[in-house]
């Protein structure tokens, strides 16, 4: 009964910042960010693991831009997102995977990020 909820998604202007929410239940795993363009295939974005050292991942693409980050005590991870362009608008999901595996697993229902000009 794993369920990932995401939120915080919205319209911004090119520059501007947001920060993603996703809540998660029924377990605790490894968490990535992943968005898809209109379209466009599904990429990476982030990912955080579930470790003590909670090691990070990103995509070149938003390097420098992003930051991925997880709240242990309330089962979330968030993604803030910096300097964005129109280039970052997508549907961004969560999903989760357990510790060594390469699949993701479990994925949220989406929220849409648009960034105009």
């Known amino acids: 009964q794993v369920q990932l909820v995401e939120s915080g998604g919205g319209l911004v202007q090119a520059g501007g910042s947001l920060r993603l929410s996703c809540a998660v239940s029924?377990?605790?795993?490894?968490m990535g960010w992943f968005r898809q363009a209109p379209g466009k295939e599904r990429e990476f974005v982030a990912s955080i693991t579930w470790t003590i050292t909670s090691n990070t991942q990103y995509a070149d693409s938003v390097k420098g831009r992003f930051t991925i980050s997880r709240d242990n005590a309330k089962n979330t991870v968030y993604l803030q997102m910096n300097s964005l362009t129109p280039e970052d608008t997508a549907v961004y999901y969560c999903?989760?995977?357990?510790?060594?595996?390469?699949?993701?697993?479990?994925w949220g229902q989406g929220t849409q990020v648009t960034v105009s000009s």
């Open positions: 999903a989760a995977r357990r510790p060594f595996s390469e699949r993701y697993e479990y």
């Open positions: 029924g377990g605790r795993f490894s």
